[in-house]
């Protein structure tokens, strides 16, 4: 008898088993909202804002000014005083060290890169011509000039890399020339020399 009554110490309640499954229906009930209220974040995910990215780079930290002149397939002409026609963009015209002063909490920072960016936000089809300038110079040295032409949407993909030399102020040269076929390829990319700097502009 004594067995009997220790051994029922040990019996579960019903009312007990009760409570406890309905706290982890609970808890794991909970568990499924929060994951829903909080969807783990998607890395490496990229959005890009245009189709096409081309850069002009030069020496850092040089004192000299090139410029980037772009003629679209309507005859549209972008440069630094026209930094936006149809859907081709100057983001960023880098006149060497005259505009690369910053302030950070407070502080001057000199930026060295030297770069001009322009993007292409679509396809129009059509050749684009793409030319350098050396606009002016405080060193009267010839300036080593990198361009790159990279396609981003919907992936990465390098399309055209090489570098020319402008030997002196007032010197321009085609560093680059591409179509865009009706179907938003590009082809035909080629460095046959043509001249789009209109001298009266500047």
Avoid: C
């Avoid at 909202?33 to 040089?62: H, M, Q, R, Y």
């Avoid at 081709?88 to 502080?107: F, K, P, Q, Y």
């Amino acid at each position: 008898m004594a067995m009997f009554r220790t051994a029922r110490k040990f019996d579960s309640d019903p009312f007990t088993d009760l409570l406890f499954n309905a706290l982890l229906s609970f808890t794991f009930l909970f568990l499924i909202a929060l994951i829903f209220f909080n969807p783990p974040a998607k890395t490496g995910t990229i959005n890009p804002k245009a189709d096409f990215i081309i850069t002009v780079t030069w020496e850092e930290n040089s004192p000299d000014d090139i410029d980037t002149w772009i003629l679209g397939p309507q005859g549209d002409l972008i440069w630094f005083k026209n930094p936006q026609a149809a859907l081709m963009h100057l983001d960023r015209d880098d006149r060497g060290m005259a505009n690369d002063m910053m302030v950070i909490d407070g502080r001057e920072v000199i930026n060295p890169l030297n770069q001009e960016i322009v993007t292409i936000r679509g396809r129009p089809p059509g050749e684009y011509v793409v030319n350098v300038h050396y606009y002016n110079s405080q060193t009267r040295q010839p300036v080593p000039v990198t361009i790159y032409l990279a396609e981003v949407n919907p992936t990465l993909k390098v399309l055209h890399y090489a570098t020319l030399t402008l030997d002196r102020v007032g010197e321009e040269k085609t560093a680059l020339r591409f179509t865009i076929d009706a179907h938003g390829q590009v082809a035909n990319i080629n460095t046959l020399s043509k001249s789009i700097v209109e001298v009266g502009k500047l």
